[in-house]
């Protein structure tokens, strides 16, 4: 009979609490006199012992060096303390073999079932599920768990006091309550964050305008506020209004990237030769910029359609090389209701007939990363790029290189459906497998992706905008809605060169795909890339997949950069930098197409 023993660890330090958890195959008499519990029924063969001293921890105790260690913040309100609190779990695993490629996907498989159902809030259930986790990976032989308490958390709200002035600091995921909260302590800094939300929604919604009413429905807002930042903005140069100020857009218009830019009735008729023929398809405003900078001899028409009378529409041309490109943006507002798919899906049915000699279509923006909590070679960050590539050895329909999931729940658990894309043209593609072939991450050397994002850093950075690559990267996990979870990421024992060191992205190269329900669930989310070999998810091109493969474009390709790890649209601060690392990527596939 195998046994599962949690053997507590007695400690000077009293915020310290340690314990061993074991496998063992017997049980000696002199193990039985220390036993304080023996658990039936399903949990048969877990053993709790008494604590031992630290005299007897010193002589029985002798394990040697641990294999692997993982360690996590947790920002939680205890269920029977009214306060927060702040703790440290480092984790220290030893296995029973010496094989590292099996050490790193054991342990990233224990902390994906971690995450997988509710986070256990207090100690015992924490140990509780480390124990079931044991008994279940057999390459476990043992695992010291210590907790800490860290600290008094700093209050909620205070990380916004320095940042909510800048257009790139994210406020659209403070809770209601909290902003009230900030809202009756400091009146300043609730205009700075309203002011914060209204820019996102008309960044979101770009390129169509919004009204007041709008605003101050979705900001929870008075007319009068809504009004009176939005006046702040305008005298900022980041919004205009129109029907002398009844409904506002976003600006879009930077220093350092002036090109000609005109509002038409009707997108004019160009000659032939001036007639792009790739489209590049964003819904992130700052994605837009970001694939604008990689352009030049570039001219924007902007469409504005009267207030419920359909989508307005913003196209830029120009030259990406020798090609003539088209960038647009889809108004990402109400980004998970289906009437915003189907809107999308008509804008690029649009796009697509207005510019009739499309022959590649770009995909290019922010996503959200699966982390892998052990692997540092199959971990992605912020900032990092992904590719969406097929197997072009392999001529199943099975392969896909973009899914949307669909989940159901039912009696027997989750269920899930799946609808998948892959192009029918491998032109793009040979061109990625040639830049996958020869692309080294611990090598030294410049790659020309990397010298074209320092290039559109330079060209969008401003006093209002700041498209520096940021240096905080948490790997955050909240549960309960209040409760936060910070994750050490794995780090590289093997002492290479690391190009995040020096502020480049890591390339990688694989599937991408999309679900709602995936977004909002940590642990489906990693369950289903881990079966279907997904990289990221992004916000849901379904429609716009449903179009392209509609309007019979064969060749297609999506690349995505790392903003956050849930659908790339969560936070704003990596998104400017995120959004320049795709579009770079982006450049440097279409500089290398062939030219007729």
């Known amino acids: 009979m195998e046994y599962i023993v949690l053997e507590p660890l007695v400690s000077k330090n009293a915020a310290l609490n340690q314990s061993i958890i074991e496998r063992k195959s ?10 304080l519990h023996e658990a039936e029924g399903s949990f048969t063969g877990f053993i709790v012992k008494q604590p031992i001293s630290l005299q007897q921890q010193e002589s029985m105790l002798n394990f040697g060096k641990f294999d692997l260690s993982f360690k996590l913040k947790i920002l939680m309100k205890h269920l029977t303390h009214t ?21 790193l996907t054991c342990s990233n498989m224990f902390f994906r079932n971690l995450f997988k159902q509710d986070f256990p809030r207090d100690y015992f259930s924490f140990l509780l599920r480390i124990m079931q986790m044991i008994k279940a990976l057999k390459s476990i032989t043992r695992v010291k768990v210590e907790i800490e308490k860290i600290g008094k958390p700093q209050p909620l709200g205070s990380q916004f006091l320095s940042i909510a002035n800048k257009i790139t600091s994210s406020v659209m995921h403070l809770k209601s309550e909290l902003i009230e909260e900030i809202g009756q ?3 300043k800094q609730f205009e700075m964050i309203i002011s914060g939300k209204i820019l996102e929604f008309l960044e979101r919604s770009f390129p169509n305008p919004m009204s007041i009413e709008e605003l101050a429905n979705l900001t929870h ?4 506020l809504v009004y009176k930042l939005l006046c702040n903005l305008l005298d900022r140069d980041l919004v205009k209004f129109y029907d002398d100020g009844a409904s506002w857009v976003r600006k879009f218009a930077h220093v350092h990237d002036q090109h000609d830019f005109y509002e038409v009735q009707q997108q004019p008729v160009l000659p032939d030769f001036q007639k792009p023929t790739i489209a590049i398809i964003t819904v992130n405003y700052y994605e837009k910029l970001a694939v604008d900078a990689m352009m030049t001899e570039k001219i924007t028409f902007y469409r504005r359609k009267p207030e419920g009378l359909g989508e307005s529409n913003v196209y830029t041309i120009g030259l990406i090389g020798n090609h003539r490109v088209v960038s647009t943006k889809l108004p990402l507002l109400n980004k998970d209701s289906r009437s915003a798919k189907i809107t999308s899906g008509n804008t690029t049915t649009r796009l697509l007939g207005i510019f009739d000699q499309i022959e590649h279509v770009f995909l290019v923006g922010c996503a959200g990363a699966v982390p892998n909590y052990s692997d540092f070679g199959r ?3 912020r900032g990092d790029i992904v590719v969406s590539v097929p197997d072009l050895s392999d001529t199943s329909e099975e392969d896909f290189i973009y899914g949307q999931f669909e989940i159901t729940k039912s009696q027997r658990g989750f269920q899930y459906s799946t609808k998948s894309w892959l192009p029918k043209s491998p032109d793009l593609y040979r061109i990625v497998q040639t830049i996958q072939k020869s692309y080294d991450p611990q090598s030294e050397q410049m790659y020309p992706w990397e010298t074209y994002i320092n290039e559109a850093v330079e ?9 520096r690559r940021p240096v905080e990267d948490k790997l ?11 994750v050490d990421h794995p780090t590289d024992s093997s002492g290479s060169f690391n190009r995040r060191e020096y502020g480049y992205p890591v390339l990688k190269f694989g599937r991408i795909a999309s679900g709602e329900a995936l977004t909002k669930n940590d642990g489906l989310r990693n369950l289903l890339s881990e079966e279907n070999g997904i990289l990221c998810f992004d916000t849901g091109m379904d429609q716009v997949m449903e179009s392209i493969e509609g ?10 950069s790392i903003s956050d790890y849930s659908d790339g649209t969560t936070t704003k601060e990596w998104q400017p930098y995120a959004a320049i690392c795709a579009a770079a990527f982006a450049k440097t596939i279409i500089s290398a197409l062939p030219t007729v």
């Not at 017997?26 to 036993?35: Q, S, Y």
């Not at 609190?85 to 094989?99: A, G, Y």
């Not at 955050?476 to 910070?486: M, P, Q």
């Not at 309007?551 to 995505?560: A, G, H």
């Open 185 to 187: 302590k400091d009146p």
């Open 551 to 560: 309007n019979r474009k064969d060749s297609f390709i999506i690349i995505r």
């Open 221 to 224: 807002a008075d007319h009068e």
């Open 26 to 35: 017997k049980i000696t008499p002199e193990e039985e006199k220390l036993i």
């Open 476 to 486: 955050l996990f909240t549960f309960d809605d209040k409760n936060v979870i910070e």
């Open 379 to 381: 971990h992605l960050r």
């Open 459 to 467: 060209i969008l950075t401003s006093k209002e905008l700041d498209c």
């Open 83 to 103: 306060e927060e609190q702040q703790e440290q779990r480092v984790l220290k695993f030893w296995f029973i073999n010496n094989d590292k490629k099996e050490h």
